[in-house]
Structure formats: structure tokens, C-alpha cells
């Protein structure tokens, strides 16, 4: 009997994890909030509940900060939803 490896591929490094997300977003979700699972979808399996955790924490310090536009965090008890502002720039070379 032969048993085969699976490697277990996550996702650990913030740009990788931020960029995920943005590509999560589409035209449609505009206007609408979402927890991060919804927007992650399939996705959030590549992630670690320690990783997951410790990007949200960033992700929201982030979004409070104004670095990031696209989406707006908004705490309704004790759920944290993101609304979708506009979508995100996929490709920033720098070019206003």
C-alpha cells in the first residue's frame, strides 16, 4: 500500500493574505457588507485560525488608518463586517 503526502499549503504573509482578499472582491459586493469568511469564500481554508486572527487584527488597524480605501469596517456587537467601498486597485505601479 502506498500513502501519498499532502502538504498543507497556507497563506502566512500579510501581502499574500491582503491580496487574496482583494482579488475576493467583485463589482457585485459594492455597497454590501461581509464577514471575512464570506469574502474569502473557499479561500479561507489556506488559512490558519492563528494567521487568520492576526491578519484581521492588521486588516482592521488598516482600515481605521485610511491605508487601505476599499472596504470599511464596521462592528455591529460583536461581528465584524467589512462593506465594500469600491473596488481595489489590482495592479499599483505607482501611476496616479
Known amino acids: 500500500m502506498v500513502l501519498a503526502k499532502i502538504e498543507l499549503f ?3 504573509k ?6 487574496t482578499v ?3 472582491i467583485e463589482k457585485e459586493m459594492i455597497g454590501k457588507k ?3 469568511f464570506e469574502i474569502l469564500k473557499k479561500s479561507k481554508r489556506l488559512l490558519t485560525k492563528k494567521h487568520l486572527d492576526e491578519f484581521e ?4 488597524k488598516e482600515l481605521e488608518n485610511g491605508d487601505i480605501s476599499f472596504l470599511k469596517v464596521i462592528k ?6 467589512y462593506k465594500v467601498v469600491e473596488e481595489p486597485m489590482l495592479f499599483n505601479f505607482g501611476i496616479n
Open 10 to 12: 497556507t497563506i502566512n
Open 14 to 19: 500579510y501581502c499574500t493574505q491582503q491580496r
Open 22 to 24: 482583494e482579488n475576493k
Open 34 to 36: 461581509f464577514t471575512l
Open 57 to 60: 487584527k492588521k486588516l482592521i
Open 76 to 81: 455591529e456587537k460583536d461581528i465584524i463586517f
